[in-house]
C-alpha cells in the first residue's frame, strides 16, 4: 500500500481533533516538557516555552530577562528557528534549512496541522521503514520534492496503525516520545515504560497523562532517565547562533 497523505484520515490532515481552546499549539514548554507559564511561538514550530527561569521547575528556559518579556508581549513571538527558518529534524537532532522560498530547503514539516516536528527526507523516510519498508526510499525523494508527509509520531510502532484522535477507548490514545519519533498505542507500550503513581516501586515513571491534549507524553526506553530532572538530559535543542 503506498504510504500518502491521502491515506491520512480527514481528521488528522485538517486538525479538526483539536479543541478551539488548545488551538495548535503545544501545550508544554518544549525545553523541560512541563507545563505552566508559557509563551508561544506564532511561527511554524507552534512549540511552547517557559521565557524566563522563574516560569518554570528546573527549566533553564529561554533566558529572557522581564524588560524583554514586555517587548515580546507587544508583538508575534517567534522562536529563533522559526526567525531563521533553520529548524531541527526530530530524526537526527541536526539543523538545517526549512526555508521552500529559497530553493534549497532541507528540512520538512510533518504536514499534520498539529504536529510541530521538520524531519530531513531520508530521516523521515528512515524512521518510517518500520511501516512501509521498502517504499521508504521513494517517500524520501517524494518527500524532497515538497510532496506533503505524515510523520512516525502518527503510527504505532508496535501494531503499525494509525493514530485515532477520536477514539474513546483510553487504550487505543497515542502515546508520543518527546526525544524521537516512536510513539504507541497505550495498549501498545512496552512493559517497561510505567506511568507516574504513588507507587511505582522503585521504578522511574516515563509516562504521564494531563499534561498533553488528548495524548499521553513518554520517553522512550532508547534514552536514559536522570533522576534528578525525572526527565532525559536536556540538552535535546538546536538553536541558530
Not at 152 to 175: G, I, Y
Not at 187 to 194: E, N, T
Request: charged residues 20%; hydrophobic residues 35%.
Amino acid at each position: 500500500m503506498d504510504f500518502n497523505l491521502n491515506m491520512i484520515p480527514e481528521y488528522l490532515r485538517n486538525g479538526q481533533w483539536i479543541e478551539d481552546a488548545y488551538g495548535f499549539y503545544d501545550t508544554v514548554c518544549a525545553i523541560c516538557d512541563n507545563g505552566g507559564h508559557l509563551i508561544v511561538c506564532e511561527g511554524k514550530c507552534s512549540r511552547s516555552f517557559h521565557a524566563i527561569v522563574e516560569d518554570g521547575v528546573m527549566c533553564d528556559s529561554l533566558g529572557y530577562s522581564a524588560d524583554q518579556i514586555v517587548a515580546l508581549w507587544s508583538q508575534p513571538f517567534l522562536c529563533p528557528n522559526c526567525q531563521f527558518k533553520r529548524h531541527q529534524c526530530f530524526g537526527c537532532g541536526k539543523l538545517g534549512s526549512s526555508d521552500k522560498s529559497s530553493g534549497a530547503a532541507e528540512v520538512f514539516q510533518c504536514a499534520c496541522r498539529a504536529c510541530n516536528y521538520f524531519y530531513h527526507p531520508h530521516c523521515a523516510a528512515k524512521w518510517l521503514y518500520f511501516r512501509i519498508g521498502d517504499q521508504a526510499k521513494e517517500l524520501e525523494k517524494e518527500i524532497a520534492a515538497g510532496k506533503p508527509f505524515i510523520c512516525p509520531l502518527h503510527a504505532c510502532f508496535a501494531c503499525k496503525r494509525l493514530e485515532t484522535k477520536l477514539s474513546e477507548d483510553p487504550q487505543m490514545h497515542f502515546a508520543v516520545c518527546r526525544r524521537c519519533p516512536k510513539a504507541y498505542h497505550r495498549k501498545c507500550l512496552p512493559r517497561d515504560i510505567v506511568f507516574e503513581v504513588n507507587d511505582n516501586r522503585g521504578v522511574t515513571p516515563r509516562a504521564w497523562e494531563g499534561l498533553l491534549h488528548n495524548q499521553i507524553l513518554i520517553y522512550c526506553l532508547e534514552h536514559g532517565m536522570d533522576d534528578v530532572l525525572g526527565t532525559p538530559i536536556r540538552n535535546h535543542l538546536r538553536f541558530p547562533h
